[in-house]
């Protein structure tokens, strides 16, 4: 919690952006905007800082490539304090 955090996804399809999600939720930045990650040859990476009001449990990830197909990973995300 307040620490840094980089998300790599590897996109294998014509994605020109990624958006991570945690719960269901898109990843936003602190004006409330939604972050994405360009990607850059099959690449891509968001540096994201845990806020503070998150607990320590596990939440489930979700990065979603948007490009001609919308494809989605999960993976699960545990936070410790």
Do not use: C
Not at 28 to 40: E, H, L, R, S, T
Not at 54 to 67: F, P, R
């Amino acid at each position: 919690v307040g620490q840094t955090v980089t998300f790599t996804v590897k996109v294998n399809t014509d994605a020109s952006k990624v958006v991570i999600k945690v719960n269901g939720k898109s990843l936003k930045d602190a004006n409330g905007k939604v972050i994405y990650a360009k990607v850059v040859d099959g690449i891509a990476t968001i540096q994201y800082t845990i806020p503070e009001n998150m607990k320590a449990k596990e939440y489930n990830l979700t990065a979603v490539s948007l490009g001609s197909e919308r494809l989605t990973a999960e993976q699960k995300l545990t936070i410790t304090e």
